[in-house]
């Protein structure tokens, strides 16, 4: 079991930034992959990005790329996700996930565990 709580989100303009943060506890963080997501109103979740337990290579989807860094810190068993530039169509609730599956996926089923998603609100 792994317990994702995440923190960070709020209001911005666009054009802000903001760094999302997930702490996980229970199973030993350096054996999961980690992504996030982002569900807007209406919308399915969809994957924003991850980062692989082994390369730390991470992976964005296009329309984050650029403007979005993942990074990892397995000594504080947390994940970031920095947001910057933001842009209006970027207003959803963001959730991290994990997987203890090897293969850095991108669709929700490829994750086990979830946290209860932040509030990201960019207004133009």
């Known amino acids: 079991q792994v317990q994702l709580v995440e923190s960070g989100g709020g209001s911005v303009q666009t054009g802000g930034s903001l760094r999302l943060s997930c702490a996980a506890s229970?199973?030993?963080?350096?054996?999961?992959?980690m992504g996030w997501f982002r569900q807007a109103p209406g919308k399915e979740r969809e994957f924003v990005g991850g980062?692989?337990?082994?390369?730390?290579?991470?992976r964005y989807a296009d329309s984050v790329k650029g403007r979005f860094t993942i990074s990892r810190d397995n000594a504080k068993n947390t994940v970031y996700l920095q947001m910057n530039s933001l842009k209006p169509e970027d207003t959803a609730v963001y959730y991290c996930?994990?997987?203890?599956?090897?293969?850095?996926?991108?669709?929700?089923?490829?994750?086990?565990?979830w946290g209860q998603g932040t509030q990201v609100t960019v207004s133009s």
């Open positions: 996930a994990a997987s203890p599956n090897a293969g850095l996926g991108w669709r929700t089923y490829d994750y086990n565990y």
């Open positions: 229970g199973r030993t963080f350096s054996s999961v992959d």
């Open positions: 980062i692989s337990r082994s390369d730390y290579n991470p």
